[in-house]
Nanobody, 121 residues
């Protein structure tokens, strides 16, 4: 059974940095893409950044130049390096993965449990 394990959230002052990690494990035949979404209080879940297994990336305009997504295909792990953090980056960050599981021939979508990022002085 595929699982996503997130780590790296926490409290940071404005201008600071954090790195989020998300490792996929369990019954994986292949990974199409991995990414990060976030949900602030009272708002919907929105894409932050996504990276395909081929290395193509897409990044939200609000974080371009500050956040960098990368993937370690050998470890089935995606990273989000967040620099120059702002209070408006405060949200629960969710890992997402588009995976072909060993159990079925279909591409399926998986979510992590979420990790809180709080930017405050």
């Amino acid at each position: 059974q595929v699982q996503l394990a997130e780590s790296g959230g926490g409290l940071v002052q404005p201008g600071g940095s954090l790195r989020l990690s998300c490792a996929a494990s369990g019954g994986i035949r292949g990974i199409n893409a991995m990414g990060w979404y976030r949900q602030a209080p009272g708002k919907g879940r929105a894409l932050v950044a996504r990276i395909t297994s081929g290395g193509s990336t897409s990044t939200a305009d609000s974080v371009k130049g500050r956040f960098t997504i990368s993937i370690d295909k050998a470890k089935n792990t995606v990273y989000l390096q967040m620099n120059s953090l702002k209070p408006e980056d405060t949200a629960v960050y969710y890992c997402n993965a588009e995976i072909w599981p060993t159990a079925t021939p279909f591409l399926d979508n998986y979510w992590g449990q979420g990790t809180q990022v709080t930017v405050s002085s």
